[in-house]
C-alpha cells in the first residue's frame, strides 16, 4: 500500500498486479509505504476501511482519500498465482503447485474448502465497496497500464517508469472448455468487475 498524503491518494496492493514495480517506482516519493506484513502490504479495501481510513480521518483530520487499484483479467490473474507457486522457494511445501498442471489448480480453486496451494482469494472481493460507502474510486486494467500511467503521473505530478520484477517462469496456463466455463460461472462477480472497468476514470 502506499499513500501520497498532499494528493490524497491511496494505492492498494492487489496482489499479482504489478504493484510491487509501482511501489518501487513510487515508494521514495510517498508519505506512508507499507511493505510488510503482507497482510498490511496486501490490505484489501475492507482493512482498508477498518483500520486506515478511521487512522486518516480521525487522527489527521483528513475526511477524504481517493483509493486507487489494479485488477487482473481473472484467468491470468490465476495464472499468474499458479506461476508464482512453482518457484523452488515453495518446493515440498502445501502452498507449492510444483508437478500440477493449471486446469487442475483451478479445478481446486473452484473447490468450497479449497487447499492452502489454491487458497488464493478473489479480486472482487479484495475491491468490494463497504457499506459506509468506503470504494475504490479508481480502477485500472493490469493489461491495460497507459491509462493508470497517465493518471499516476498527472495526479502526482511526474514521470514514472515502470520496471519489471517479481516475474514468474514461463507455464502453460490454458484451461479446458469445461474448466473455463465453471469458473466465469462460480466467480461471475470477478468478470464483471473487471468488465466493468472505465480507462477514462
Not at 489454491?118 to 475504490?136: I, M, Y
Request: proline share 6%; with cysteine.
Amino acid at each position: 500500500m502506499l499513500v501520497f498524503w498532499k494528493e490524497k491518494l491511496v494505492i492498494l496492493a492487489v496482489p499479482k498486479t504489478g504493484t510491487t514495480a509501482l511501489a518501487k517506482a513510487l515508494g521514495s516519493s510517498a508519505d506512508i509505504v507499507i511493505n510488510d506484513p503482507p497482510e498490511l502490504k496486501h490490505a484489501p479495501l475492507y482493512r482498508y476501511n477498518r483500520f486506515f481510513r478511521p487512522m486518516f480521518e480521525k487522527a489527521c483530520k483528513q475526511d477524504h482519500m481517493d483509493v486507487m487499484a489494479i485488477m487482473r483479467e481473472p484467468v491470468s490473474w490465476l495464472g499468474s498465482w499458479y506461476r508464482y507457486r512453482q518457484r523452488d522457494f515453495l518446493n515440498g511445501k502445501p502452498t507449492s503447485t510444483r508437478g500440477m498442471e493449471f486446469d487442475a489448480f483451478v479445478q481446486a480453486y473452484l473447490q468450497n474448502d479449497r487447499p492452502s496451494f489454491a487458497n488464493v482469494g478473489s479480486q472482487a472481493k479484495f475491491l468490494e465497496p463497504r457499506p459506509n460507502g468506503t470504494k475504490v474510486s479508481h480502477l485500472f486494467r493490469y493489461e491495460d497500464p497507459a491509462p493508470m500511467l497517465g493518471f499516476l503521473e498527472d495526479r502526482l505530478d511526474r514521470a514514472i517508469e515502470l520496471e519489471q520484477v517479481n516475474v514468474s517462469s514461463k507455464r502453460n496456463v490454458n484451461l479446458s472448455e469445461e474448466t473455463e466455463q465453471r469458473l466465469r460461472r462460480h466467480h461471475k462477480e470477478d468478470f464483471d468487475l473487471y468488465q466493468s472497468i472505465d480507462d477514462a476514470v
